[in-house]
C-alpha cells in the first residue's frame, strides 16, 4: 500500500529527474540501495558524477526541503556514493546536490537545485 509520504517522494523524485534531463545530465541509477541508504538520483554531467538527494514536501510546516538533510544524512549518502563509485568503477570528479521540491495545492511546484550542497570530504 502506498502512503501519501511515499507518493509525495516519488512524485517529487519524477520532476527532479525531469528537471536533469531538461539541463542535460544522464541518468544512470535511480533508487540506488547501499544497506539502508538509498541515493535517489546518480547522473552525469559531464564527466563529473552527481549524487543528487531530492526531498519534497507539500508546505513548510516542517521546514524548507533542503533543511532534512542532515550531517549524518550527508555522511550516510557519502558512504553509498563510495560503495556506487566502487562497484561501477567511476573514479572521476564527483558532486553532491540536493534538490527541493514544494508542491503546491493547485498541481504547480517550485524547485530549487542546491549544486554542490555539500562536500563529505575524502571518503
Not at 562497484?87 to 508542491?103: A, K, P
Amino acid at each position: 500500500m502506498k502512503t501519501d509520504r511515499q507518493d509525495t517522494g516519488r512524485r517529487g523524485e519524477a520532476i527532479a529527474r525531469q528537471h536533469l534531463l531538461d539541463l542535460g545530465y544522464e541518468i544512470e541509477a535511480v533508487n540506488y540501495r547501499y544497506r539502508r541508504v538509498e541515493l535517489d538520483i546518480v547522473a552525469r554531467e559531464g564527466d563529473c558524477l552527481v549524487f543528487v538527494e531530492v526531498k519534497t514536501r507539500r508546505g513548510l510546516a516542517y521546514g524548507h526541503p533542503s533543511g532534512a538533510v542532515s550531517a549524518a544524512k550527508e555522511a550516510r549518502i557519502s558512504r553509498a556514493a563510495k560503495a556506487y563509485m566502487y562497484e561501477t568503477g567511476h573514479d572521476w570528479e564527483v558532486r553532491f546536490d540536493i534538490i527541493s521540491i514544494l508542491l503546491h495545492q493547485d498541481g504547480s511546484h517550485t524547485l530549487e537545485h542546491l549544486r554542490d550542497a555539500f562536500f563529505p570530504g575524502l571518503f
